[in-house]
């Protein structure tokens, strides 16, 4: 079936003239610009225990945290040394997400490895 308007369409209503050059109901709109805040990071963190193997940990900053031999080897010896070490800095979820991972190998593997993520200040 085919229907057909029964009514013709009505006419969009005429714009209100803008105002005129010098009268006092001219309008300025300004533009705001918006800034908005950069998401805020997180950096996981690995601590010191007495129980995990220092190749393991090693093996573990390398598989999830992308970082070459020498660095992760760096950051083994300040986790050893100093109780805790940065593997990296995320967003939030991927910051979780490198936490869930690192914990969940741990555990595989036996090891009491901690993990965690914090805001960066």
Not at 85 to 108: E, F, H, N, P, W
Request: hydrophobic share 40%; aromatic share 6%; net charge negative.
């Amino acid at each position: 079936m085919v229907f057909m308007a029964t009514q013709n369409p009505k006419k969009p209503p005429v714009p209100a003239a803008p105002p005129a050059a010098g009268s006092d109901d001219a309008v300025v709109l300004e533009r705001r610009t918006q800034r908005t805040q950069p998401p805020q990071m997180f950096q996981v963190v690995l601590l010191n225990d007495d129980f995990t193997p220092m190749e393991f940990v090693v093996h573990i900053i390398q598989e999830f945290f992308s970082k070459d031999r020498e660095t992760a080897t760096q950051i083994m010896l300040k986790i050893h040394l100093e109780g805790k070490g940065i593997c990296g800095v995320y967003s939030r979820d991927v910051a979780t997400t490198k936490v869930d991972q690192v914990l969940q190998a741990a555990r595989a593997a036996g090891h009491p490895l901690q993990c965690l993520s914090e805001p960066v200040e």
